[in-house]
């Protein structure tokens, strides 16, 4: 009989699997032309893949879905005495210290699939729009004040081009970035 740890552990493995498949398949077919059979005939049946991905969409946006969530728990979550901003950049290292070929993958699916890459955006600006009412709220501004909402959106810019060019030295810049603009928000010049 199989152990829970050895069954979990089976199961993620046959769940990667399936995302490697459908990724490498959607980055050289498209997303569009793309089945579930093609899927499946590269690792397992139909059913197996549906019963791990319900939707081929879900499919498609399950591994940046995951991805969201933890930054959305990172910001949640963070650590007594943190700022949303020191929150940010303790999850960029993380992500970037745990990324993989799937990540490569995922980020070469979504280049040819505009279509894609639109699903995660507005996932990502979800996430990003959580930012900025915790960062609101961490400033005793309104949520819809310029500021939280400029510092929203240039969070948004910044964790899509980290992302996308994973290097500790864009984090480093990233977020000198993001602190200039909160600093200038604040009324004090950049750099102080």
């Known amino acids: 009989m199989m ?21 490498e398949l959607f980055a050289d077919h498209g997303f569009e032309a793309t089945t579930i ?24 946006t399950s591994h940046f879905d995951a991805m969201a969530d933890r930054l959305a728990t990172a910001l949640r979550e963070r650590k007594e ?6 929150a940010l950049e303790a999850w960029l290292r993380a992500d970037i210290a745990e990324a993989d070929d799937l990540d490569d993958l995922h980020d070469r699916m979504l280049d040819l699939n505009p279509q894609l ?28 004040d ?4 400029m510092a929203a959106a240039a969070a948004a810019a910044v964790v899509s081009e980290v992302c996308h060019h994973a290097q500790e030295a864009n984090i480093d810049r990233a977020i000198a970035f993001l602190r200039a603009g909160l600093a200038t928000l604040d009324g004090e010049p950049a750099g102080s």
């Open 81 to 86: 005495g943190w700022t949303t901003l020191d």
């Open 117 to 144: 890459r639109a699903v995660t955006n507005v996932r990502l600006t979800e996430v990003i729009q959580e930012g900025a009412r915790i960062l609101a709220e961490e400033r005793g501004d309104a949520p819809d």
């Open 146 to 149: 310029f500021g939280p909402r």
């Open 37 to 60: 059979a093609d899927i499946a005939a590269a690792e397992v049946s139909p059913r197996t893949v549906t019963l791990y991905f319900p939707s081929k969409l879900e499919l498609a």
């Open 3 to 23: 152990s829970e740890g050895l069954r979990e552990r089976s199961k993620a493995r046959r769940r990667e699997a399936i995302l490697r498949a459908a990724y």
